[in-house]
């Protein structure tokens, strides 16, 4: 049975005190028996404000992004081993608007993949494809080729600790879901897919993620679907009622 991972991925928002008004306002909202694991992707900034707040909380630490080198001379990155040191479980990794953006390939991808295994930090892998594959029908071959690619190289031991969310980048604040079937399709060839490359035991504990437009009013239809083990939520997690109501949904 996989426990339901509901992550918040804040993107380029809140400054050092908006984030410790949203998590104080999730500590409060969230409290006792909750049977699925709580992350917030703060911005970088303030990470370290943020952690402070969660030593007795059961929601959990992680980053939007990280260099794959532990140090050196590498102007404006961060690295495995400062979000280690400042207490992140988890990073996300190769999400679309950093593959769009900034130029990020799969080969670069493996290697933050790879990098956030060695130093103990879950790497949420992003895929998905865009609104020109999937009306092209190639939504299978683009998402097979991310994870062959961002796979590369991790073994069965490793793969455990993997995390992956299906992010259609046409549903990404565009307000556009996919649909829970179109996202259960997609959550189940990723599954399959796993399991062809490392095994059906692994395949069966991995957790995949949906992302791209959850809200309180969608989650509980595509938490439900049986390949989708939990969100990556952008524009609803900003606000900790909007994202409380996702958890709530999510859990029935
Ligand atoms: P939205 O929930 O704002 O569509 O963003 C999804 C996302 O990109 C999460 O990583």
Same mark, same amino acid.
């Given at each position: 049975m996989r426990t339901k991972l509901i992550a918040g991925n804040w993107k380029m928002n809140n400054n050092v005190s908006d984030s410790l008004k949203l998590v104080n306002e999730l500590n409060d909202l969230i409290k006792g028996e909750i049977n699925a694991e709580i992350l917030v992707c703060p911005p970088f900034t303030a990470l370290y404000a943020v952690k402070q707040k969660l030593e007795n909380s059961i929601i959990k630490l992680g980053a939007q992004n990280m260099h !794959?080198?532990?140090?050196?001379? !590498?102007?404006g990155e961060i690295s495995p081993i400062m979000l280690k040191d400042i207490g992140a479980d988890f990073v996300i990794i190769g999400h679309s608007e950093r593959r769009q953006y900034f130029n990020e390939t799969d080969d670069l991808v493996n290697l933050k993949v790879k990098a956030a295994l060695t130093n103990g930090i879950k790497p949420i892998l992003c895929v998905g494809e865009t609104l020109e594959q999937r009306e092209r029908n190639m939504q299978e071959e683009t998402v097979k080729n991310q994870l062959i690619n961002g796979l590369k190289d991790i073994d069965d031991k490793n793969m455990n600790n993997v995390v992956v969310a299906y992010e259609p980048i046409w549903a990404i604040g565009t307000g556009r879901t996919a649909t829970s079937i179109q996202a259960n399709e997609m959550a189940y060839f990723i599954r399959d897919t796993i399991k062809d490359l490392y095994s059906l035991n692994i395949s069966q504990n991995l957790l995949i993620l949906y992302g791209g437009s959850v809200k309180g009013s969608n989650a509980k239809e595509l938490m439900s679907q049986s390949d989708i083990d939990g969100a990556l939520v952008g524009g609803a997690s900003l606000k900790a009622g909007e994202f409380v109501s996702i958890i709530q949904n999510a859990m029935q």
């Open positions: !794959f080198e532990s140090n050196g001379a !590498f102007t």
